[in-house]
C-alpha cells in the first residue's frame, strides 16, 4: 500500500514546477509520434497509398521527435536513401538534441534545488 504521505510529496514535487514536465512529456509524445509516422509512411509506400510529406517528417525532428525519426529511418529501412533527407535529419538531431540538454539541465535544476 502506498503512503499518502509518499504520494503527496510526489504530488508536491510535480507541481512546483510543471513546464519542465508537461516539456518532457512533450518531448516523449512527439518522438513516438515521429517514430509512428515513419512506420505510417513506409507502410503506404509499400501499398501504393496516401504518404506523408518528407517536409512534415522533417518538421517532427525539427521539433523535438529526431530520435524517434532517426529510430524510424533506420529500424524500418525508410528514406535511407535519401541523403538530401538524412542531412536535414542529422540537422534536425542536432537542433533537437540542443532542446533535449536544455530539458535535461532544467530536470536535474529542478531535482536538485527543490
Do not use: C
Not at 521527435?65 to 529511418?73: H, K, R
Not at 540537422?91 to 535544476?109: P, T
Request: proline share 1%; aromatic share 16%; no cysteine.
Amino acid at each position: 500500500m502506498i503512503n499518502l504521505q509518499i504520494l503527496q510529496d510526489i504530488i508536491i514535487w510535480f507541481s512546483q514546477e510543471p513546464i519542465v514536465w508537461i516539456i518532457a512529456i512533450y518531448l516523449v509524445i512527439i518522438n513516438f509520434l515521429a517514430l509512428v509516422t515513419m512506420w505510417w509512411d513506409k507502410r503506404r509506400a509499400r501499398n501504393d497509398g496516401w504518404r506523408v510529406s518528407e517536409a512534415t517528417l522533417l518538421i517532427m525532428g525539427f521539433v523535438g521527435g529526431a530520435i524517434g525519426l532517426i529510430i524510424g529511418m533506420f529500424g524500418f529501412h525508410h528514406k535511407t536513401r535519401k541523403r538530401a533527407f538524412q542531412v536535414v535529419s542529422i540537422i534536425g538531431l542536432v537542433v533537437s538534441l540542443l532542446f533535449y540538454w536544455i530539458e535535461f539541465r532544467a530536470i536535474l535544476w529542478h531535482l536538485y534545488f527543490i
